[in-house]
């Protein structure tokens, strides 16, 4: 056999990488021309690549590698653990010490009385869960009628059937038969880009309410469930004006239904608190989890779920429904010591008192850069607005997203990973970030924005 190792020459790589491997989000005739990105090792904040590169990721991998890479201490829980019972399944009558001791801490970590994990691999499969997981409650409750989950547009939840119905992605929805049937969406409270005129208090409360306006179209005894991100993070990290959560609570209260968190970015450290619920005040009845449970060391996902509803559920025959990955053991060890690890080293007073402090008024006064017009970061998530015109907010004339990518280019050049959301430049760093890796963050992205700057006076976009 052909040994593919991180010694082969890069175009080598890329040539079969072309061949035969089919990219999640890409348009693989167009990559297999310019071919991939190929990253060969990381360590910390850095990634290195293929050419010796050595690139910051400002995203930590796909918001999740929150403990930073290449713990030794997680590598070597996983080779125990696959020692000792490399896998079993938790669905006829059994269980393991991995998954139930994982169970136990997240529901020590977890607000309220969230105290029972149902596991998953990914938060795709997790949001799949929560459309049966509610479903199911109704039923059992003598409602089967109730069953509409509302979620917002541009959310996202995944990309599976049910969890990319859920998200309010139209790129999503226009390929494969999605949404599927009654998953209904309301406007997301984007304040910036979509406020107006509104203050943000104003915008915040109008968009809640756009859910008590859904509930009553729908009609309350058919509404199940609403799902939302406290921060919306695919799409373009967006921080809700502080009305909006306070008056969706109200009004799932009022119409008693269902709350589900989609904590599968804000989770574990990612805004300073162990919940970006926490940060908001939502008291959900279920969260969805993935990413920084495991920080991205093994692919785990889950929900959290209530007493009422996991209760209700349990206590009504079986529940149809499970992965064979279910709790897998190795990736509930590994999580389960990444959650011990960050508890440890006090990562999230790390984020509280260190970073977010120093990165927020480094990503503040970007602000000032001729090509900002937003700056904002909750913990270690964060965005930039891109704009021609400060004062009115105002998108560029191209297609929307042209100027993102066109900035991500350059960051990439200056060997730093910002992702772009259309016209947004967003950050999740892993939470370890220490201020001098933020000083070396803030001069590749002003470099970036610079040359970006720069790049579009010349071209006759600005
Ligand atoms: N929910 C949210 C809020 C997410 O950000 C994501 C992934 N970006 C998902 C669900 C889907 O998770 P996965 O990619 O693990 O299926």
């Known amino acids: 056999m052909t040994q593919i190792t991180n010694h082969m020459p890069t175009k080598e790589l890329q040539a079969l990488d072309a061949a035969h491997h089919m990219h999640p989000f890409t348009a693989d005739a167009d990559l297999a021309k310019k071919g991939a990105r190929i990253i060969t090792r990381a360590k910390g904040v850095y990634l290195t690549d293929s050419e010796g590169r050595q690139i910051m990721d400002g995203m930590a991998g796909l918001w999740c590698v929150n403990i930073g890479y290449g713990r030794k201490e997680l590598a070597q829980v996983a080779a125990r653990q696959m020692e000792e019972l490399c ?11 991995p998954a139930i001791a994982l169970a136990a801490e997240i529901a020590k970590l977890a607000p309220g009385d969230l105290n029972h994990v149902f596991y998953a691999g990914s938060g795709s499969e997790a949001n799949d869960t929560n459309i049966r997981l ?21 959310g996202y939840h ?21 949404p599927i049937p009654d998953i209904h969406h309301i406007g997301q409270p984007y304040w910036y880009g979509e406020g107006g005129n509104m203050s943000p208090e104003e915008f915040g409360l109008a968009r809640a309410r756009l859910l008590e306006e859904k509930i009553q179209e729908l009609g309350p005894e058919r509404v199940a469930a609403f799902i939302g991100e406290p921060i919306q993070g695919a799409g373009g990290v967006i921080i809700p004006p502080a009305t909006y959560w306070p008056e969706i609570q109200r009004i799932c209260d009022k119409f008693g239904i269902l709350l589900i ?21 939502i008291k959900p009845h279920i969260m969805t989890i993935a990413k920084g449970l495991s920080s991205g060391y093994a692919p785990i996902g889950g929900s959290i779920v209530c007493d009422e509803v996991a209760d209700t559920v349990g206590g009504a025959g079986d529940f149809n429904h499970g992965y064979t990955y279910c709790g897998h053991p190795v990736a509930a060890a590994v999580a389960l010591r990444n959650l011990e690890l960050l508890q440890e080293e006090s990562i999230l007073d790390h984020v509280n008192n260190v970073a977010h402090p120093y990165l927020n008024e480094r990503w503040k006064a970007l602000e000032e850069h001729p090509l900002v017009g937003e700056a904002c970061l909750i ?7 891109l704009t021609p015109d400060k004062a009115t907010r105002a998108a560029f004339a191209t297609e929307p997203g042209t100027v993102g990518l066109r900035c991500r280019e350059r960051c990439f050049a200056n060997n ?20 001098e890796e ?25």
């Open 261 to 281: 968190a989609d904590e599968v970015i804000t989770g574990f450290g990612r805004t300073g608190k162990w919940f970006g619920s926490e940060v908001f005040g």
């Open 158 to 178: 995944g990309s599976s059937m049910g969890s990319g119905s859920l998200g309010g992605m139209k790129p999503i929805h226009a390929q494969g038969g999605l």
């Open 438 to 462: 933020i000083d070396v963050f803030i001069e590749r992205a002003t470099k970036s924005l610079d040359e970006c700057y720069a790049g579009l006076k010349a071209d006759g976009l600005l």
């Open 379 to 385: 913990g270690l998530m964060g965005s930039i607005a």
């Open 87 to 97: 896998y079993y399944n938790t669905f006829f009558q059994t269980s393991h010490v």
């Open 134 to 154: 509610v479903r199911r409650y109704w039923e059992v409750k003598g409602q089967p009628e109730r069953n509409i989950i509302i979620s917002r547009w541009n």
């Open 416 to 435: 730093l990973v910002m992702r772009h959301v259309n016209d947004r430049m967003v950050i999740a760093p892993p939470l370890v970030i220490t201020p």
